[in-house]
Each structure stands twice: as C-alpha cells, then as structure tokens.
C-alpha cells in the first residue's frame, strides 16, 4: 500500500477565510511534506516533518502553517491567503527525510487545487 | 547550487519509443528519481537509480551516468495514456531541500 490521502480535493476560499488542508498516510513512513505546485511547474516544497517535529520550512509566509498531530497527519492550516497562493498542494511521505545516505522514495497524494478569490 | 535540466517538450507517435535525457549539476548526490505527472493530478513515483547503469521496469526504463551528471528515461511502445510531463528529480544529501525538481518534460503522444 503505497497510498497518501489528500482532502479536501478541491477548495475555494476568500482572502478573509481560514481553512485547513489535511493528509494523511498508513505506511508507517515518519517523513512527511507539503508542496505547492503552479500550472506547468515541478512542485516546490514547503515544509518537511520528520518524527512529527518540522525539520525544514523552505522560508513559507506565516500564512501557511503546518501541524503534525502524529506520525500518520499532517495539517496545512490556511490563513489570510492571497490570490497568487492559488495552486495544486500536494502531500508525500517517504519511510525517513534523509536517513544514512539510503535513497527515500516520497509518495504523493493526489493533491488539493486551491483558489483564492 | 543544484541545477537540473531536460527538455521543455517532446512529441512521439503511438506504439515508438522516446528518450527523455535529464543532466543535472548537485552537491552531494544521492539518488537520481524520475516521476509521471498527468495534468492536474499528483506525481507518481517511476523509478530511481543510484548506481551507474540502467534499470528496467516494464515499459520504462532509466539510465544513470554519475560521472557525466546524466540521466534518461526510456519509454518504448508509447501508448496515448503515457502523454505526461516526466519530472526528473535529484536527491541531495546537502543543502535544503532533499528533494531537487527539475522543471519536467511535458510528452505529447500521438497517433
């Protein structure tokens, strides 16, 4: 089983609204990630979890705020968004962010398009 | 800085085979990935190479070149559903970000 569950799939929210995306896998994987990924971009990340403490945040506006509840949730909680954040986020795991120097395969979620009105 | 390459667009025809080539210049050099992405869906994990050499998977195939900082994906009895962007995507043991993108190769399957 190699499946990351991303809800909501679709999301439209005004620029006053809070919203949050969630994520979440069942593969036992303790590293987990949000990107953001515009229309014919590679993805861009964000922020990496590893063991449910933020070990990387890629310099995100304060408006983005992920959480790690445990090991298999993760949160990207949405706050005063603008226009320009509109975007497909996408989630992954991968069994550990960079452990030994062994190879870590992340697995993405299908994804949640986000506008910004 | 890392820095990684491949073609903005290819186009094949039905049933051909095509090579997306991907180079790559990184600091500390882990693992080399490359990913299909379907419009308006997420990536899905192809393949990885670490050592020289080529992997073989089915219909696809990757090749790695350490020394040249080379990479490609070979795709052989192109079908329509494998129109796609090919993301390539280094896995670095230094910097930031463990997982470096490059900017994909949007392929175009025709009949």
Known sequence: DTEVTQTPKHLVMGMTNKKSLKCEQHMGHRAMY?????????????FVYSYEKL??????????????????????????LQPEDS????????????????VETQYFGPGTRLLVL | GQNIDQPTEMTATEGAIVQINCTYQTSGFNGLFWYQQHAG??????????????????????????????SYLLLKE????????YLCAVETRSGNTPLVFGKGTRLSVIA
């Open chain 1, 87 to 102: 975007a497909l986020y996408l989630c992954a795991s991968s069994q550990d962010s960079l452990s030994g120097g062994l």
């Open chain 2, 41 to 70: 869906e997420a990536p899905t994990f192809l393949s990885y190479n670490v050592l020289d050499g080529l992997e073989e998977k089915g219909r696809f195939s990757s090749f790695l070149s350490r020394s040249k900082g080379y």
């Open chain 2, 78 to 85: 192109l079908q329509m559903k494998d129109s796609a962007s």
């Open chain 1, 34 to 46: 949000w990107y953001k990924q515009k229309a014919k971009k590679p993805p861009e990340l964000m």
């Open chain 1, 55 to 80: 070990s990387i945040n890629e310099s995100v506006p304060s408006r983005f705020s992920p959480e790690c509840p445990n090991s298999s949730l993760l949160n990207l909680h949405l706050h005063a």
